[in-house]
């Protein structure tokens, strides 16, 4: 199915469809079709011909992969081109402490639940972030710190300039030559504190440990991260400050992931709270937000159908796209795809997946797979062109 | 005469400090020049490593 090449002309016309695509079908507007994007992962390196090690060890194979997957699918976006995992920039700090371990041979991609700071660290936190970020989380995550050559620090930087040049490349090109639109691309990102803890310094085990050892010193950092982090990001979306931006598609983007072993007493306390003030700014400035979920956000269901519609777009993973629908009509979800169908179904079967869910669901839902996609075995070239082409089909002529 | 110059051990030194450390490591950015830039640009790589 590879993509003819477009002139620059062609691409921007396509830009401009694509994003309102993507734009109007958030916004619940009546739109040609629905859209298809991919929630990349090292998949596409696979797929490209690459092994996970090279993508994460050379930005320019993570671009290359990226706009080989656009030529192959002809997706609408992209959810993830630019991020894969950064060691690669990390490398000159030496070891860390993140037990990453990737074996192309294998297929094995595992992460250790690490924790790189500690709950002494907090009070750190509520009396300088900037200190706690640097001599807690930076200094425990990579040890060598504490003697190291200037040049191997020097390194890093280099690294971490080349990596968002080709970034910034990625996009200009998805845009220019693809007529891609982003998804997170130059959106305002806001996020609970605890959800930040988990997922990126505390791990899970140390996370939940704290939510119940300590839990007011959790609800103290929770309202200062919040104030330090969120609060100018939500101003921004308020006043509408955000890039005009031809590729740009949302204005907030968020996360929903440790739900998934919170209880209901700590959601209402450490999550809701805040996700209710990134919906409201949301709904004040009539602008449109983008939520990456994992698991199950199903705990969310009863706040969540209370938000007007045409403002939010959240991308599921566990839960059934049908029963999500029902639930919270007002809400357009992505997914429907799922890898298991896409890695061991047919072209056929994926295909009648596809044209069951535009005939069912159009105007609810933006099409895309329910994981990030990782393995080999997560889809099979063919089943992703017959979806293409389903998608495309379906479009009001 | 063979050999040259011997190459000159650079020396170590603790960036893990705050703010000490911290000013060593901004020190080190030449390709800015506002400090306040420089002090961001060392919190957006700490938060672009997390999961590195």
Redesign the interface.
Same mark, same amino acid.
């Given at each position: 199915m590879s993509a003819t090449k477009l002139t620059k002309e062609e691409a921007a016309k396509l830009l401009d469809y694509r994003r309102n695509l993507i734009v109007n079908t958030v916004r619940m507007k009546d739109t040609d079709r629905i859209p298809w994007i991919f929630s990349d992962g090292p998949w596409d390196a696979h797929d490209a011909g690459y092994t996970i090690e090279q993508e994460i060890n050379d930005p320019h194979i993570l671009l290359e992969s990226v706009l080989y997957n656009q030529r192959e699918y002809d997706f609408d976006s992209h959810m993830t081109p630019t991020q894969r995992n950064p060691m690669w920039i990390a490398q000159p700090f030496g070891q860390s402490t993140s037990g990453y371990k990737i074996d192309d041979e294998t297929g094995m991609l595992h992460v250790d639940d690490v924790a790189h700071v500690y709950p002494e660290h907090y009070d750190i936190f509520l009396e300088n972030p900037t200190k706690f970020w640097w001599s807690c989380f930076m200094a425990t995550k990579y040890p060598n710190l504490k003697a190291m050559k200037p040049s191997d620090l020097r390194e890093v930087f280099r690294r971490q300039n080349v990596q968002q040049q080709v970034h910034a490349e990625t996009f200009e090109r998805l845009g220019n030559e693809y007529g891609v639109p982003g998804l997170f691309y130059k959106a305002q990102f806001a996020s609970p504190f605890v959800e930040q803890a988990f997922d990126w310094f505390r791990g899970i085990k140390g996370t939940t440990q704290d939510l119940h050892r300590i839990p007011d010193k959790m609800e103290e950092c929770a309202k200062l991260y919040h104030e330090v982090y969120n609060k100018p990001a939500l101003e921004a979306v308020k006043k509408h400050q955000l890039p005009n931006d031809p590729m740009r598609t949302v204005d907030l983007t968020t996360t929903m992931l440790s739900q998934t072993f919170m209880n209901r007493k700590q959601i209402e306390k450490y999550l809701w709270p805040y996700y209710e003030e990134f919906f409201n700014a949301v709904v004040e400035a009539d602008a449109t937000m983008l939520i990456f979920s994992e698991g199950s956000i199903k705990p969310y269901w009863p706040y969540l159908k209370n938000i007007p519609a045409g403002h939010v777009f959240i991308h599921l993973e566990q839960d059934d796209i049908y029963e999500s629908v029902e639930a919270l009509p007002n809400i357009v979800f992505g997914g429907g795809m799922s890898t298991s169908l896409l890695g061991r179904g047919t072209p056929d079967e994926c295909a009648a997946r596809a044209e069951q869910l535009i005939n069912d669901l159009k105007g609810h839902i933006i099409l895309s797979e329910d994981k990030i996609m990782t393995y080999p075995e997560d889809a099979r070239p063919e089943n992703l062109k017959a979806v293409t082409e389903v998608v495309h089909a379906s479009a009001r002529k | 005469m063979n050999g040259g110059s011997k190459m000159t051990e650079?020396?170590?030194? &603790?960036?893990? #400090?705050?703010?000490e450390?911290?000013e060593k =490591?901004k020190a080190?950015? &030449?390709?800015l020049d506002d400090d306040d830039e420089k #002090?961001g640009y060392?919190?957006g790589? =700490?938060?672009?490593?997390?999961? =590195?």
């Open positions: - | 650079e020396e170590l030194v &603790d960036f893990s #400090t705050f703010p450390g911290f =490591a080190e950015i &030449d390709f #002090t060392l919190i790589l =700490a938060m672009f490593l997390f999961n =590195a």
